[in-house]
C-alpha cells in the first residue's frame, strides 16, 4: 500500500518536471537577449563639395586701335572708317599729309573732295578741320554737321567741332561736345584730354 503510493507520487513528480522544462528553456533563451536593442545608424553618404569655378568672363586682352588704323583695308572695327578701296585709302593718306605735313589746308578741300566720300565722316571731318584752319567758320561749321550726320559717335568731329566752339567764344558748347566725347570714349582718351585742356587755357592746338 505505502510502496503503490511511494511510486505514485514519484510519478506525478517526474511527470510534471518533464512538462515544466521547456518552459523555463524559454524563460532562460528570453533572458540573454536585450529586449530594447540600439537602433543601428548608418553613417551619412559622403557628398561632394560645390565646384567653385566660376564662369566669369575673360579679361578682355585685345589691343585697341587708334583711329588712324581702323581705316587700313578690311577693318571690321568700325564699318562706317573701314576702307576696303586701296585707291581711296591712298587718296585720304594724301590729303592727311596734306593737312598735317605741309599745313596746306587750302589743297587739302579738292583732295578729299575728289575722293567722292563726302558723307564719310572722316572726310567730312577734315574737310571742316581745313575750312576752319582757314577762317572760313560757316563752311567749316556746316561739314562738322555733315560729319556728324553721317556717324553720331565719331569723336573726332566731336573734338574738333568742340575747339570751333571755343574759337567762337562758345564755351558752354563746347562742354556739351566734351561730354559727348566721355560718354563715346571716356575722359582717358586723347580727344577728351585735348578738348579738356582747351577749355582750361582757351588755346586750341588743332
Request: charged letters at 20%; one cysteine or more; a neutral charge.
Amino acid at each position: 500500500m505505502i510502496d503503490s503510493t511511494t511510486s505514485r507520487l514519484v510519478f506525478a513528480f517526474l511527470f510534471s518536471a518533464f512538462f515544466a522544462m521547456p518552459t523555463f528553456d524559454v524563460v532562460i533563451a528570453a533572458g540573454g537577449v536585450d529586449p530594447n536593442p540600439v537602433p543601428v545608424t548608418t553613417p551619412p553618404a559622403k557628398t561632394t563639395a560645390p565646384s567653385t569655378t566660376t564662369n566669369a568672363p575673360k579679361a578682355d586682352t585685345t589691343e585697341k586701335k587708334h583711329w588712324w588704323q581702323k581705316l587700313e583695308p578690311g577693318s571690321k572695327t568700325d564699318k562706317k572708317s573701314s576702307i576696303d578701296d586701296p585707291a581711296f585709302l591712298k587718296g585720304y593718306r594724301e590729303a592727311y599729309s596734306t593737312i598735317y605735313e605741309r599745313n596746306d589746308y587750302a589743297a587739302a578741300i579738292p583732295q578729299l573732295e575728289a575722293l567722292g566720300q563726302p558723307d564719310r565722316a572722316d572726310v567730312a571731318n577734315l574737310i571742316g578741320y581745313s575750312y576752319r584752319k582757314l577762317g572760313n567758320y560757316q563752311l567749316a561749321s556746316q561739314w562738322y554737321e555733315r560729319a556728324l550726320k553721317a556717324d553720331p559717335n565719331h569723336v573726332r568731329t566731336w573734338q574738333y567741332y568742340g575747339l570751333w566752339q571755343i574759337e567762337q567764344g562758345n564755351r558752354e558748347q563746347a562742354m556739351y561736345h566734351l561730354g559727348k566725347i566721355e560718354k563715346i570714349c571716356g575722359k582717358g582718351c586723347a580727344e577728351y584730354q585735348s578738348l579738356a585742356q582747351a577749355l582750361t587755357t582757351g588755346q586750341t592746338t588743332y
